[in-house]
């Protein structure tokens, strides 16, 4: 089992569409980072919690550490929303701290 | 202020070769981080480096290796080149170590193939 689950792996919605994307982990964490990455690579820092909740325009993310569990929920989902979304956990170990992330959720807006 | 940059941004090489890539990171930051992803792995962590130290290290052989210089501008080497190196290495900076809750800042990334 890998230590940080996204669902779904893949996800279709009409543009307008209010969009949820789960994480879970099994390891104690730091920090929990939401990214997305477009077509051709480049990958942007949505946020980064630790506890809560947090909101960036139509992206909201929130995190319950008691159920090792996350999402990004994004309202009025717009065509330009198409990426992957990603998650990943800090975690702190005898040589330092680490990034593992999940597999990605693919989102595809139709407009 | 400029993001940070890799170079070369594709690069061919066949088996057994070595390859060195760079990335400079967003002025004033001093953590990079490196990551390899492939589409049969994800995304895995390679290693930090902050202030010309490597801080912590992924799960990868020795044949992959970095280093940062005294501007923080850092390199990342793989010998011995193999099919499965084959992959999208991406880095990005942050102000401080990411344990102290900074953002990174990701670099387009380099696109490596192996034949």
């Known amino acids: 089992k890998n230590e940080v689950e996204q669902s779904p792996q893949n996800l279709t919605a009409q543009e307008g569409e209010f969009i949820t994307i789960n994480c879970s982990y099994s390891?104690?964490?730091?920090?929990l980072h939401w990214l997305q990455q477009h077509p051709g690579g480049g990958i942007v820092s949505l946020f980064m919690?630790?506890?809560g909740k947090k909101k960036h325009g139509r992206l909201i993310a929130t995190i319950n550490i008691q159920e090792k569990h996350s999402s990004l929920h994004i309202t009025a989902s717009h065509p330009r929303d198409s990426a992957v979304y990603i998650c990943?956990?800090?975690?702190?170990?005898?040589?330092?701290?680490?990034?593992?992330f999940g597999e990605g959720t693919q989102l595809t807006v139709n407009p | 202020k400029a993001g940070v940059t890799q170079t070369p941004r594709y690069l061919i090489k066949t088996r057994g070769q070595q390859v060195t890539l760079s990335c400079s990171p967003i002025s004033g930051h001093r953590s990079v981080s490196w990551y390899q992803q492939t589409p049969g792995q994800g995304l895995q962590f390679l290693f930090e480096?902050?202030?010309?130290?490597q801080r912590n290290k992924g799960n990868f052989p020795g044949r992959f290796s970095g280093r940062q210089f005294s501007n923080s501008r850092s390199e990342m080497n793989v010998s011995t080149l193999e099919l499965g190196d084959s992959a999208l290495y991406l880095c990005?900076?942050?102000?401080?170590?990411w344990g102290g809750g900074e953002t990174q800042y990701f670099g387009p990334g380099t696109r490596l193939l192996v034949l």
């Open positions: 480096y902050f202030s010309e130290t």
């Open positions: 390891v104690g964490i730091s920090a």
């Open positions: 919690l630790s506890s």
């Open positions: 990005a900076s942050s102000a401080s170590l």
């Open positions: 990943a956990v800090r975690t702190w170990g005898t040589s330092g701290s680490r990034l593992t």
